[in-house]
């Protein structure tokens, strides 16, 4: 298995907390979830994200800048900051996927 620079073991977390958040939210996505679909162990995702609040915002940044719609919906009903600089293109996409 090759091995990954610390930017793209990072993206490979985020890509598999919002796989995680979409089977449920990300609020309550855990650690060991998160690692598990990363296929990495919860204290790697920990090195990289030092507790759970820093990786939901991150992955809420990553989210909209990545057009994930999903992911930045949970945002906008939780009232996210991040979620609410989205696009009113990405917003319109998000509020699609909660059949608003």
């Known amino acids: 298995m090759k091995r990954l620079t610390p930017d793209a073991r990072k993206i490979d977390i985020l890509e598999a907390a919002i796989i995680v958040a979409i089977c449920g939210h ?11 679909q990363a296929g990495v162990s919860a204290p790697l995702v920990t090195h990289y994200f030092s507790d759970m609040e820093a990786l ?19 945002g906008l009903l939780d009232k996210n900051e991040h979620a609410a ?13 909660l059949g608003w």
């Open 56 to 74: 939901r915002v991150e992955l809420m940044v990553y989210a909209v800048e990545n057009g994930e719609a999903e992911i930045v919906a949970q």
């Open 85 to 97: 600089k989205a696009s009113d293109e990405l917003k319109a996409k998000a509020k699609e996927t």
């Open 26 to 36: 990300y609020r309550h996505m855990t650690r060991a979830e998160v690692a598990a």
